[in-house]
T-cell receptor, first 112, second 113 residues
């Protein structure tokens, strides 16, 4: 079945550092890929998405590119802020079923 | 604010009991999804409803059931509760126009003692 693998956390960075959170997936067909963010005590918010190979999703300085050849969708940000501290989930949605399959989540802690 | 409302925010109950979690989707959204977030299993899809009909099932236990009402709100019923059912339960909704974008509620935290 479908699966998503994320790098283990927590990831601790200083403010203005470069962020990469790795995400790889296994799926049949051509899934859509997502990054969701969960701030403490809140639900999940869609951060960005990509629906086909080579698409780049971007939002709030975060970017991720759908790489079919490496089955990856790594999240990057050039300069993190303390307010980016949260848990980040990579997810896929297959073309048939509309349910999301999530990775295990990566906690990001940004220190001033 | 995602526009998806879940009640209650917290629920504390005992083993063997039954509880009902409620979800109101965003205005106009016909699809409702339920997810469970637990420490050991992570975030897992439970079940989807579309306009009152069950559309897809995930890792939902037989002790759990759901339904979607004519006004499109949904309820997740959990019965014969066990300690392991303690988790955060999320509801999400999506529209027909942007079917692959799901908006999540803030969740209901269930504690089974």
């Amino acid at each position: 079945g479908d699966s998503v693998t994320q790098m283990e956390g927590p990831v601790t960075l200083s403010e203005e550092a470069f962020l990469t959170i790795n995400c790889t997936y296994t799926a049949t067909g051509y899934p859509s890929l997502f990054w969701y963010v969960q701030y403490p005590g809140e639900g999940l918010q869609l951060l960005l998405k990509a629906t086909k190979a080579d698409d780049k999703g971007s939002n709030k300085g975060f970017e991720a590119t759908y790489r079919k050849e490496t089955t990856s969708f790594h999240l990057e940000k050039g300069s993190v802020q303390v307010s980016d501290s949260a848990v980040y989930f990579c997810a896929l949605m297959d073309t048939g079923r509309r349910a999301l399959t999530f990775g295990s989540g990566t906690r990001l802690q940004v220190q001033p | 604010d995602s526009g998806v409302t879940q009640t209650p925010k917290h629920l504390i109950t005992a083993t063997g009991q039954r509880v009902t979690l409620r979800c109101s989707p965003r205005s106009g959204d016909l699809s409702v999804y339920w997810y469970q977030q637990s420490l050991d299993q992570g975030l897992q899809f439970l079940i989807q409803y579309y306009n009152g009909e069950e559309r897809a099932k995930g890792n939902i236990l037989e002790r759990f059931s759901a339904q979607q009402f004519p006004d499109l709100h949904s309820e997740l019923n959990l019965s014969s509760l066990e300690l392991g059912d303690s988790a955060l339960y999320f509801c999400a909704s999506s529209s027909n126009i942007a079917k692959n974008i799901q908006y999540f509620g803030a969740g209901t935290r269930l504690s089974v003692l």
